[in-house]
């Protein structure tokens, strides 16, 4: 489930908004949540960082949204932003505060559409999955973002954080396919890279953290490939 706030003075203007997502959604409640605040000082007081993605006015009573975005991201640079203006003039203030882009009032479904996909895909990129790991007679959360590679040696995976390796009994098949959604990509048949943490590809290596792990030929193509969608996307 997607959580959504609208901000927006215009009652018709946060209205429309709304439909357009739960047309996006076809109607279906249990795929997201929106909850819409009517100026800049009534979302940010005691505001928690519970929300995936803001659509935010720019031209309100008050502080404006370009005001109420600086505010925002002192406190959540997590939450994906997208303003919504009748002046396009605006869009350009927007990469100050890290937002995807805007939409011009009125909205057309179809751009509403294109920039909620974009939404969805940063959304799924933020969000990462919980890793269970069976570790002696425990077990181990990781977050996927904390994980710079994967590698197989024989029967063990091992997990590589900041600061510790985890070894489980498993394969690296069934690791790959727990963390596909969250763009880990193939290195060679033995690693498993997070695109998060590639800081570069020179020759037959990925660096990682100041290590570099090789790249079979194979796989270099889609690595490069996986790479170059995950920073454009």
Known sequence: MIHIAIVDDDDTDAGRTAAMVDRYYNGDHHRYTITR???????LNDYKAG?????????M??????????RLREVDD???LVFTTKMAQYAAAGYDVDAIGYLVKPMDYFGFALKMRKVEDVV????????????????????????????????????HTGDTAY?????LKEAAALLESVHFTAASRYCLVNLEWVKAVTGDGAIVDNITL?????????LMQALAAYYGG
């Open 37 to 43: 605040f009517t100026d800049g000082e009534s979302f």
């Open 51 to 59: 929300f995936d993605a803001l659509f935010l006015d720019v031209e």
């Open 61 to 70: 009573p008050g502080i404006d949204g370009l005001e109420t975005a600086h």
């Open 78 to 80: 997590h939450v994906v």
């Open 124 to 159: 799924a990129k933020r969000q990462g999955v919980t890793i269970p790991l069976t570790v002696g007679t425990g077990t181990q959360f990781l977050s996927s973002h904390d994980v710079r590679y994967i590698e197989v040696l024989g029967h063990e995976v091992i997990y």
């Open 167 to 171: 070894k489980v009994w498993s394969s």
């Open 214 to 222: 090789p790249i079979s030929r194979s796989k270099r193509k889609p």
